[in-house]
C-alpha cells in the first residue's frame, strides 16, 4: 500500500460525458501528478500540481482539467470524452515538488472506459 | 513525441537466469533514469534509479546499465525469479523533474 488512494476504481461512462477521478495523497506530500496510460502507451505524464498550484503541465488534452485543494487532495476532471479517453489514470504524489523519481508513490489507478 | 521507448512490449525467460529489459530515449538532456515495476491492479514502485555521472548501478539482483553515448540503458535481473514477472517501466528525467515513461515492457519468468 504505497499510501496514495484513487477513487473510483473502475468507471464505465458514455461518449460525451464528464467524469472525476479523485486522488489523495501520502500523508505529508504536497506534491500531486496524474497520469494516463492507454493501451500500448507508456505512462503519459498530464500535470502536477504542488501545495495547490499548478507547477508541470504534460500531454494534458483542453477538455481535461484538474485542481489541487487546500486539503491537498486532488480532482482530474475529464469532459466531453471520447473513446479514446478509455485508459488507467494513475495518481502519484512526493514531498519533492520536483517529483524525483524514487520518492514518488503511485495510486492503484482509476480504469476508466468510454463506451 | 515518445522521448523515452522501451522497443520489446514483452520478455519471456527460465526462472534462475538473466532478464535483459532494454530502453533508448531521445532526449540527450535527461540525467537521470528510473526503473519502476507495475503489478497487476497495483500502481507503478520504484526499482532502482542511475545518475548520468554513472554507467552502472547494483542492488542486489538487479544492476542498471547507462550507455549515455547510445542514450540506452537497461535492467539486469539476475537470477530471475517468478515473482519478478511484472511490467517493467523505464523513466527519464532532466534535473529530476517532470518523468518520462517508456511504455512498458512485460516480463514473464517461467519456472
Known amino acids: 500500500d504505497s499510501g496514495v488512494t484513487q477513487t473510483p476504481k473502475h468507471l464505465i461512462t458514455a461518449t460525451g460525458q464528464r467524469v472525476t477521478l479523485r486522488c489523495s495523497p501520502r500523508?505529508?506530500?504536497?506534491?500531486v501528478y496524474w497520469y494516463q496510460q492507454s493501451l500500448d502507451q507508456g505512462l503519459q505524464f498530464l500535470i502536477q500540481y504542488y501545495n495547490g498550484e499548478e507547477r508541470a503541465k504534460g500531454n494534458i488534452l483542453e477538455r481535461f482539467s484538474a485542481q489541487q485543494f487546500p486539503d491537498l487532495h486532488s480532482e482530474l476532471n475529464l469532459s466531453s470524452l471520447e473513446l479514446g479517453d478509455s485508459a488507467l489514470y494513475f495518481c502519484?504524489?512526493?514531498?519533492?515538488?520536483?517529483?524525483?523519481?524514487?520518492?514518488?508513490?503511485f495510486g492503484e489507478g482509476s480504469w476508466l472506459t468510454v463506451v | 513525441d515518445q522521448q523515452v521507448k522501451q522497443n520489446s512490449p514483452s520478455l519471456s525467460v527460465q526462472e534462475g537466469r538473466i532478464s535483459i529489459l532494454n530502453c533508448d530515449y531521445t532526449n540527450s538532456m535527461f540525467d537521470y533514469f528510473l526503473w519502476y515495476k507495475k503489478y497487476p491492479a497495483e500502481g507503478p514502485t520504484f526499482l532502482i534509479s542511475?545518475?548520468?555521472?554513472?554507467d552502472k548501478n547494483e542492488d542486489g539482483r538487479f544492476t542498471v546499465f547507462l550507455n549515455k553515448s547510445a542514450k540506452h540503458l537497461s535492467l539486469h535481473i539476475v537470477p530471475s525469479q517468478p515473482g519478478d514477472s511484472a511490467v517493467y517501466f523505464c523513466?527519464?528525467?532532466?534535473?529530476?523533474?517532470?518523468?518520462?515513461f517508456g511504455a512498458g515492457t512485460r516480463l514473464t519468468v517461467k519456472p
Open positions: 502519484a504524489s512526493s514531498v519533492d515538488p520536483r517529483g524525483a523519481g524514487n520518492t514518488i508513490y
Open positions: 542511475i545518475s548520468s555521472i554513472k
Open positions: 523513466a527519464a528525467s532532466e534535473n529530476n523533474n517532470d518523468m518520462r
Open positions: 500523508s505529508g506530500d504536497l506534491s
